[in-house]
């Protein structure tokens, strides 16, 4: 079982180093964005983003459930400390989801079938909401990874029995 708890905590942690470096690279790319036509914005909307949802998607998919399965495992050993980090990622990534679902995709869904003839007079409020919904997603992928990391490398000492007796 512990080394079905190491794969599940490894791959916990690499799920949440892809959520915040994706979801961070959209926060870093916010103020050149903000210097872009509409036209242009819409360009590079429709030409630079499609590998981001599929990657990220897993990613936060992958990572709930692996982070949620180390949590229930932690309570049925009966070392509630041991659970907290991965509840808190697993919380972080149905965060990360819901922030998609209720930021990220309904703008897509808008911008996808926006040409430039038909890009709305208010597409800046669009944009200005896309980003923000990332910036929340890197928010929530920084505190699952961090808590993840924390929590491998403060790992107590496993103590080797057939070593005491």
């Known amino acids: 079982m512990h080394g079905f708890v190491r794969v599940l905590s490894l791959a916990s942690l690499i799920c949440a180093a892809l959520v915040l470096g994706l979801t961070l690279t959209h926060v870093l790319q916010a103020p050149g964005s903000r ?3 509409g036209a242009e914005w ?3 909307q429709h030409t630079f983003y499609g590998g981001f949802a599929i990657v990220g998607g897993i990613a936060e998919v992958v990572g709930l459930i692996t ?5 229930v495992i932690s309570f049925a050993r009966r070392t509630p400390a041991a659970a907290v980090a991965p509840l808190v990622a697993a919380l972080c990534f149905l965060g990360t989801l819901l922030v998609f679902w209720f930021g ?3 703008v897509n869904a808008h911008v996808a079938i926006w040409t430039p003839a038909t890009l709305p007079s208010d597409w800046s409020l669009y944009r200005d909401s896309w980003e923000t ?3 929340l997603s890197a928010g929530l992928g920084a505190i699952a990874f961090l808590a993840l990391a924390i929590a491998l490398i403060w790992r107590p000492a496993r ?3 057939s070593a005491n007796g």
């Open 104 to 106: 990220n995709r309904p």
């Open 159 to 161: 103590h080797d029995r």
């Open 67 to 71: 982070s949620a399965t180390l949590a």
């Open 133 to 135: 919904a990332h910036a």
């Open 35 to 37: 210097t872009l036509s």
């Open 42 to 44: 819409l360009a590079v």
